[in-house]
């Protein structure tokens, strides 16, 4: 199930106040902004995240909507699941009637929430981009890899999404399509695999922060960016109701796949 409503601090352990304050006050200017011009609006956590990624971690996001609710500007209102996970949703102090607003973004959150449509998202993402590499000549060799040139995986039960090869270079490649980022340990033992198993790491996922990005080219990696949904009609309304960046295409798109192709000329001859 997609952790997009599953909401909980996710900074990474070398995180540290130094450097990032004057992102979460800007952060907290702007969430500020937005609840002045709507004080019966709602968010979710993930839903305000989304909205800020470009410019800020996930985590900062996160810390910023607790400080204005320590401040006293907003309150929370954490709606338990039957799955044991919960949806924390933040509101104007002066906003006194916001359950039906909550319950219709509860109701819309547990459709694409269903396990149906996030296995469908999943495995919508893994066709689009297998199809789309194969194309550039990049062949499959395996799936669910815990194994590779005769040398095992066995530190832990994961495994790597799929290999690819061209020109001799093997790619232990991970597909991620899920609102939320990969858990920072999960993260690290992906390319701790790649490396065991003698396999460049390609991560594909919807959105990463930077300092991820930097661990995976650190290991000789590429990391790709890309969001998909497979239900046209869900996927627009995520878009007008939820204002997040979901899509639905038929294909990904030529400038990624080449971006990824670029890279691999350039790279294929660097042990």
Not at 61 to 68: C, D, E, K, P, W
Not at 77 to 104: A, D, L, V, W
Not at 165 to 191: F, M, Q, R
Not at 198 to 220: A, C, D, H, Q, W
Request: with cysteine; net charge neutral.
């Amino acid at each position: 199930m997609d952790d997009y409503y599953n909401d909980f601090v996710d900074a990474p352990e070398d995180y540290g106040r130094s450097g990032a304050d004057s992102y979460f006050l800007e952060v907290q200017n702007k969430i500020q902004e937005i609840y002045e011009k709507d004080k019966q609006s709602v968010y979710y956590v993930r839903q305000m995240q989304i909205k800020f990624e470009k410019d800020y971690f996930h985590w900062i996001t996160y810390n910023a909507l607790v400080g204005l609710k320590s401040m006293g500007y907003l309150k929370d209102i954490p709606i338990e699941k039957e799955s044991g996970t919960s949806t924390r949703y933040f509101i104007h102090k002066s906003n006194r009637y916001p359950m039906r607003q909550i319950r219709k973004m509860e109701k819309l959150i547990a459709e694409y929430s269903d396990d149906t449509i996030t296995r469908s998202c999943g495995h919508r993402a893994e066709d689009l981009f297998c199809k789309g590499l194969a194309l550039k000549g990049f062949v499959p060799k395996a799936t669910k890899v815990r194994s590779c040139g005769g040398i095992e995986w066995e530190k832990t039960g994961h495994d790597l999404d799929f290999v690819f090869e061209k020109d001799g270079v093997a790619y232990g490649c991970e597909i991620k399509n899920s609102l939320g980022y990969i858990p920072k340990e999960e993260l690290e033992i992906k390319l701790e695999m790649c490396e065991h198993l003698k396999l460049k790491p390609l991560f594909i996922m919807r959105g990463s922060p930077k300092t991820y990005n930097k661990m995976i080219v650190e290991k000789g990696g590429f990391v790709s960016q890309i969001y998909e949904l497979s239900q046209a009609k869900l996927v627009e309304r995520l878009r007008t109701e939820l204002g997040l960046p979901v899509d639905c295409p038929k294909a990904i798109p030529d400038g990624i796949i080449e971006r990824f192709v670029s890279w691999h000329e350039r790279r294929k001859g660097v042990n």
